[in-house]
């Protein structure tokens, strides 16, 4: 079994887009779900964590500030294992050629050890190790990503862009906490590759780093041309 199968028969093809709070991945997410459905395939897109009871008390629970930073990442790793029943299904039902993930397990992996480091809590395991061995517990409860999507911006244009929006958290406007976060994002890339792919999504160049990730997802799921 290799990294990216499940127990069951899955033919889509999963991208896992990622980033610092206020990068712009939903934004380049969403245009790229555009671009590939032009194209006439099937695409499901999914943000987590979602609905669910997890999803819910994730949120609730997990980002209030004083929660403690293990317990904060147990909760999201918990939501995205049970919200992938859900993924599963919409593909089958849609017959998804491509699901577009609005982060995923590897968010969670990397918050939770930003905010380890950021709370003063040594942390020598990296980011790739953590993702392996979770991995390895979820069995097929999971799916492994083909392609990773990291989409990041200038911290002085991330900033702009959280606070002009309602209700941003304590960590969503902590600097140091968000560079942390690219830290492990690149310790990542580091160690995966070419399965990730770091896109630079900054003010007016939102066409162009859509234009790249299409690109790329065309070639590396070998649906290089269009239908």
């Known amino acids: 079994m290799t990294s990216h199968q499940t127990a069951a028969p899955f033919r889509a093809f999963v991208v896992d887009f990622e980033g610092p709070d206020g990068s712009g991945k939903t934004t380049v997410l969403r245009k790229v779900a555009r671009e590939l459905r032009g194209m006439g395939y099937a695409v499901v897109t999914y943000k987590t964590p979602g609905p669910s009871p997890t999803g819910r008390f994730a949120v609730e629970y997990g980002n209030r500030r004083g929660t403690a930073p293990i317990s904060r990442m147990l909760l999201f790793l918990t939501n995205t294992v049970e919200e992938t029943r859900e993924m599963l299904r919409r593909c089958k039902r849609r017959s998804a050629d491509f699901l577009l993930l609005d982060r995923y397990y590897l968010c969670s992996i990397v918050f939770g ?115």
């Open 113 to 227: 050890l930003a905010y380890l480091s950021r709370s003063g809590i040594e942390v020598s395991i990296r980011v790739t190790e953590l993702v392996r061995l979770f991995e390895s517990l979820s069995g097929h409860h999971v799916i492994r990503p083909h392609l990773y999507v990291v989409v990041d911006v200038d911290e002085e244009e991330r900033l702009r862009r959280v606070r002009s929006e309602r209700g941003a958290g304590f960590l969503e406007l902590d600097s140091t906490f968000q560079n942390l976060v690219r830290q492990y994002y690149a310790d990542f890339r580091k160690d995966e590759g070419e399965r990730v792919l770091w896109v630079v999504n900054e003010r007016d160049s939102l066409e162009q780093a859509v234009a790249k990730v299409v690109d790329e997802i065309l070639a590396r799921s070998g649906r290089v041309q269009a239908r």
